[in-house]
Structure formats: structure tokens, C-alpha cells
Nanobody, 114 residues
Framework: QVQLVESGGGLVQPGGSLRLSCAAS????????MGWYRQAPGNERELVAT???????NYKDSVKGRFTVSRDNAKNTVYLQMNNLKPEDTAVYYC????????WGQGTQVTVSS
């Protein structure tokens, strides 16, 4: 079955960095658009960054220049490098795989606080 397993979340101070990873199984990884979404308490889930099978990336405006999405098709893994983190980046971050339907990971908590 399809599995998306996120890792790398945690508590970090403002201005710090984290790298999230999402390991995929049960899909033809290099055919999928992969993405990262996040959901803060009381808010709807929102798109953070996506990367197509061809490597084209797209970012939420507020993370441009701070976050970088990448993928390693040999490892069936997508990454989200997050730099200069801000308290408003605090959320549960979800990995997404999209071809004809959306697949989701279980989420990993990112907390930015001093």
C-alpha cells in the first residue's frame, strides 16, 4: 500500500533551520508531483511547496527565499529545507503525493519558538 513517512520536525528557535524528509513507498515515485502542506491550529491546510516529476518547483509566497523543496528519485524521498524559520511557520507539516488522487503522510510537527 501507499505510505508517506515524514521525519525531521521539531522545536527550533526563530532564525533556525530544519530539514523535513518524506520517504515514499507503494508508488511510482518519479511519476508523482510531490509537495509539502502545513496546518496550524484553527487554520486550513495550506500549500507550502511542490515539485513536479520534472523538477519544477512552486512555493507559497511567504516562504520564497527561505524554503527549498527537492527530491531524490533514487531514494523515493522528497525534502523541505527550511531556513530563517519564523514563529508563523509553526504548524504540522504534511507530505503530499499527487498523480490522479492525493496521498498524505501522517504529518510532523514544526514549532518555532524562543
Amino acid at each position: 500500500q501507499v505510505q508517506l513517512v515524514e521525519s525531521g520536525g521539531g522545536l527550533v528557535q526563530p532564525g533556525g533551520s530544519l530539514r523535513l524528509s518524506c520517504a515514499a513507498s507503494g508508488i511510482v515515485f518519479n511519476a508523482y508531483r510531490m509537495g509539502w502542506y502545513r496546518q496550524a491550529p484553527g487554520n486550513e491546510r495550506e500549500l507550502v511547496a511542490t515539485i513536479t516529476s520534472g523538477g519544477t518547483t512552486n512555493y507559497k509566497d511567504s516562504v520564497k527565499g527561505r524554503f527549498t523543496v527537492s527530491r531524490d528519485n533514487a531514494k523515493n524521498t522528497v525534502y523541505l529545507q527550511m531556513n530563517n524559520l519564523k514563529p508563523e511557520d509553526t504548524a504540522v507539516y504534511y507530505c503530499n503525493a499527487r498523480l490522479t488522487v492525493d496521498r498524505w503522510g501522517q504529518g510532523t510537527q514544526v514549532t518555532v519558538s524562543s
